[in-house]
């Protein structure tokens, strides 16, 4: 079954100008990759399937796998292996959210209940280790290159959560720390994504290696620019509760390059990103302080740059719709932040 080729609705992202011919086959193609997300509730266990299906059910954009399928069309396109392996990818990005869930202490997740606070802990992590055994599933189908490329991304995926627990090492740069672990956490997943896109459409090895490129650092801008928007953007343009990190007590990249250039707000902010901020007065004075200092420009800068590196990343791949929707996904990583 496919759906309507319905571009707003279906991809988002500043995507929505691409080529038709594009869209309609990426829309298509994530048709079919939602029914093997919703093929993941066949345990034969009523529980299990509820609990599996309730991220899947509260949707989202779906990035992961647009992506994945928007790479393959630089080759030849939505192949079966294509869409396999784009419905891998969501699933492990699915899988981490549970896991997170329990570590953040988190009550809702787009725009539900999160399964932490559902049923328990216990549950959202089983449910997440479950969700990773499809994902095996179906990239074991896909080859022993894949499968050595997946537990790879596993590795980076743990490693980079891991890092962001302890935190930076002694005489450890906290921004270069920060963005090291993005690049691990958001950015490996994506990467893998863009790899996968190239391997299973027949892409050329340098095209591939550059989708892969792409991906790393598309992944990295992205979790910056969700960074800003949680600080510059008011709740009614974003549609998130603004201050989100700094009721969770998390140091994002705006907040460690404010530490870091000082300036009149230093000794205050300081103080108030010492830990989690639980009062709304404070969570008020915190993004006031925070949106007139100089880390908001250089978090913006850096952006930037990460812009620049994903365009440059494209350079191998012909001229094709599939890379025009690529720079088109570059220049919306940008704009959404402002």
């Not at 559902?118 to 959202?124: E, G, K, P, Q, V």
């Not at 896109?197 to 990295?220: C, V, W």
């Not at 705006?254 to 990103?273: H, K, N």
């Amino acid at each position: 079954m496919t759906v309507d080729p319905t571009p707003d609705a279906r991809l988002p992202l500043g995507l929505s100008a691409a080529d038709p011919d594009l869209v309609k086959s990426v829309t298509d193609a994530l048709g079919d990759v939602e029914k093997i997300l919703r093929g993941v509730a066949d345990s034969d266990v009523s529980f299990i399937d509820e609990a599996a299906l309730h991220l899947v059910n509260a949707g989202g954009k779906r990035f992961r796998p647009l992506f994945t399928l928007i790479a393959a069309h630089v080759a030849d396109g939505a192949t079966p292996e294509v869409v396999t392996a784009s419905a891998a990818v969501e699933l492990v990005h699915l899988a981490t959210l549970y896991h997170d869930d329990v570590m953040d202490e988190a009550t809702m997740r787009r725009g539900a209940a999160s399964v932490n606070a559902r049923w328990d802990n216990t549950i959202a992590i089983l449910t997440g280790d479950f969700l990773f055994a499809h994902a095996s599933g179906l990239v074991a189908d896909l080859g022993t290159d894949a499968a050595r490329i997946i537990a790879e991304t596993f590795g980076e995926l743990v490693t980079g959560q891991m890092r962001e627990t302890v935190g930076p090492a002694p005489g450890e740069d906290p921004v270069d720390h920060y963005l090291s672990v993005i690049g691990q956490k958001t950015g490996s997943l994506i990467a893998t994504a863009g790899r996968y896109g190239g391997m299973f459409s027949n892409a050329a090895p340098d095209q591939t290696e550059a989708l892969y490129r792409y991906g790393k650092i598309i992944g990295a801008a992205f979790q910056i620019s969700d960074d800003i928007i949680d600080i510059a953007s008011p709740a009614a343009e974003s549609g998130k509760t603004p201050g989100t990190d700094l009721r969770e007590g998390v140091k994002t990249l705006p907040m460690l390059y404010a530490l870091s250039v000082g300036g009149p707000e230093f000794e205050r902010l300081s103080t108030l990103l010492a830990g989690p901020i639980t009062d709304d007065a404070e969570v008020a004075e915190a993004l006031d302080l925070l949106r007139g200092c100089k880390g908001m420009v250089r978090a913006r800068e850096t952006l930037e740059e990460y812009a620049e590196r994903a365009h440059a990343a494209l350079a191998p791949l012909p001229e094709c719709p599939a890379r025009d929707a690529l720079e088109l996904l570059t220049r919306y990583v940008i704009e959404r932040s402002r």
